[in-house]
């Protein structure tokens, strides 16, 4: 959705589909660079942790009383229209990472207030729909399965599959 309309909330039927990578922990997925931030199984639902700094008030909450996430905010749970450039294999390094062993990709769902931008979108409430079992990321395919089970996903094979549940409606 455009920010065309400053104040009026976004109207989306159904949930979009995204791309998405994950470090790994255990069997927890964590966000890629707020790794503070776990998602929960099943269903994941943005929270806002920005600050500012207000005279006299001191450092508060960017929008405390509002949901995640909020134009004026980065705040939200993000995906990618496009996969980051893999059409045969993920790439050996991913976003920075030189040690795979951490890392999940994968599609999600994303839903309630959502806010569409160039290169991809960020919701309120997020799912894994799937996680890509590709031989260079996470240690083994058992953790995997382990992480797909807890997140009550599927996990997929081939780049094609991924790229099939990303195109399937929500």
């Known amino acids: 959705m455009r920010d065309a309309y400053t104040g ?16 790994v922990s255990g069997d927890r997925l964590t966000a890629w660079w707020y790794r503070e931030y776990t998602w929960l199984p099943g269903v994941s639902e943005a929270t806002c942790s920005a600050t500012r700094w207000a005279v006299f008030k001191g450092c508060r909450s960017r929008h405390p009383d ?19 450039g893999f059409v ?5 390094r991913v976003f920075g990472a030189a040690d795979l062993s951490e890392v999940a990709v994968g599609v999600v769902a994303g839903w309630g207030r959502a806010f569409r931008g160039e290169r991809g ?13 590709a031989p260079q990321l996470c240690e083994q395919d058992e953790q995997v399965e382990r992480i797909a089970r807890r997140y009550g996903c599927e996990v997929v094979g081939r780049p094609e599959d991924l ?3 990303a195109g399937q409606r929500a």
């Open 66 to 84: 509002l949901p995640a996430p909020q134009r004026d905010c980065r705040c939200g749970l993000y995906a990618l229209h496009q996969p980051w």
């Open 8 to 23: 009026v909330p976004e109207l989306v039927v159904g949930a979009w589909r995204g791309y998405r990578i994950w470090r």
């Open 121 to 133: 979108w960020r919701a309120q409430f997020a799912k894994p729909m799937a996680l890509y079992r």
């Open 88 to 92: 045969g294999d993920p790439p050996s």
């Open 163 to 165: 790229l099939a549940v």
